[in-house]
């Protein structure tokens, strides 16, 4: 990505919807459909960058702040670009009400955009008890009953 490029995504991450979708127009028109084709893989490089690094950054901190060894956990489960496009799916299962905040299911939140999280689900999907929720746990961090989110899909499914 070219610095140039770099300042024009910058500008238009900081637009709301319709913004973008202007900028984005104009940089077509100025720029030609290839231009904008090679921006947008630039960008996705770029955000599949930001979210690797975030995870790294993240794991470094959990050796060096807080003392935990490497072999004490599989990575921090943070949201990617691939796992928001899961999590569309997902979330395009039910309607999320009754989940808790950051339900799979919810779309937006940090599990719905999360890879981990989002797979899980989807492989559970044809399990009516085999996704718990996250927000409520026993005392040692175990869930203890079935996502909302997960049950509602499942019931979806269903009557599909």
């Known amino acids: 990505m070219t610095p140039r490029q770099a300042n024009d995504m910058a500008v238009l991450a900081n637009l709301p919807f319709a913004g973008r979708v202007q900028l984005l127009t104009e940089y077509s028109a100025q720029h030609g459909v290839e231009s904008l084709v090679e921006l947008f893989a630039q960008f996705v490089g770029m955000a599949n960058s930001v979210a690797d690094n975030c995870r790294n950054m993240t794991d470094l901190v959990l050796i060096s702040e807080l003392g935990m060894h490497p072999d004490k956990f599989d990575s921090v489960n943070l949201p990617t670009i691939l796992g928001a496009c899961q999590g569309v799916a997902l979330a395009a299962q039910c309607d999320p009400a009754g989940a808790c905040e950051g339900c799979a299911y919810r779309l937006g939140s940090m599990a719905n955009q999360s890879p981990m999280a989002t ?17 409520e746990t026993d005392d040692r961090g175990n ?4 996502c909302v989110g997960h049950a509602k899909a499942f019931k979806c499914v269903g009557e599909a």
Not at 119 to 135: L, T, V
């Open 119 to 135: 797979s899980d689900a989807a492989y559970m999907s044809f399990d009516q008890k085999g996704f718990m929720c996250h927000a």
């Open 143 to 146: 869930p203890t009953k079935v």
